[in-house]
T-cell receptor
Framework: DARVTQTPRHKVTEMGQEVTMRCQPILGHNTVFWYRQTMMQGLELLAYFRNRAPLDDSGMPKDRFSAEMPDATLATLKIQPSEPRDSAVYFC???????????????FGPGTRLTVT | RKEVEQDPGPFNVPEGATVAFNCTYSNSASQSFFWYRQDCRKEPKLLMSVYSSGNEDGRFTAQLNRASQYISLLIRDSKLSDSATYLCVCKAAGNKLTFGGGTRVLVKP
């Protein structure tokens, strides 16, 4: 069955290094979300796209984070430079919105577990 | 204060028992509500939507109280496989979902 895929599943990197996380949404879905989950903060929305256009990235630290959708099958989240406080699980989710405000389900990918030392 | 608040638990539940827990939300403009389930080290998955009239899905019952701004989830005849973290989710205008911190449920034999 169709699933959201994310790579890498695990990433350990040193402070200051660039980190790129990738997401392949479910084919046909027109919205993509990036979330970060930590024990302290829970699940936080970082950014979301509809039809590849960024609609909201207010939850994302602008100085070091960037999110893009080069095409409909790929979403990327980059952190440069990475810091230890960025250690978290980063989830991508996708959904299909047919009209504004309509209910739809967000399907989550398995997440990328990032550790910055 | 967080926009969506939940008791983190854990709720320790004997197998076969009933457990219920609430979630409060502060945004009165919230339009839609959901419960997601998240197993340990896994991604969240939609459990059920919450309708104004209350709704049931098998052993799970969800209720919404708009006046007091809370939603609830009740699990009857708990199974060991119900052990998970249950995330309360609210949606205001637009497509953004706001997640609560989750309530952890442990069902024990």
């Amino acid at each position: 069955d169709a699933r959201v895929t994310q790579t890498p599943r695990h990433k350990v990197t040193e402070m200051g290094q660039e980190v790129t996380m990738r997401c392949q949404p479910i084919l046909g879905h027109n919205t993509v979300f990036w979330y970060r989950q930590t024990m302290m903060q829970g699940l936080e929305l970082l950014a979301y796209f509809r039809n590849r256009a960024p609609l909201d990235d207010s939850g994302m630290p602008k100085d070091r984070f960037s999110a893009e959708m080069p095409d409909a099958t790929l979403a990327t989240l980059k952190i440069q430079p990475s810091e230890p406080r960025d250690s978290a699980v980063y989830f991508c989710a996708s959904g299909l919105v047919l009209r504004q405000g309509a209910f739809y389900e967000q399907y989550f990918g398995p997440g990328t577990r990032l550790t910055v030392t | 204060r967080k926009e969506v608040e939940q008791d983190p638990g854990p709720f320790n539940v004997p197998e076969g028992a009933t457990v219920a827990f609430n979630c409060t939300y502060s945004n009165s403009a919230s339009q839609s509500f959901f419960w997601y389930r998240q197993d340990c080290r896994k991604e969240p998955k939609l459990l059920m939507s919450v309708y104004s009239s209350g709704n049931e899905d098998g052993r799970f019952t969800a209720q919404l109280n708009r006046a007091s701004q809370y939603i609830s989830l009740l699990i009857r005849d708990s199974k060991l496989s119900d052990s998970a973290t249950y995330l309360c989710v609210c949606k205001a205008a637009g497509n953004k979902l706001t997640f609560g911190g989750g309530t952890r449920v442990l069902v024990k034999p």
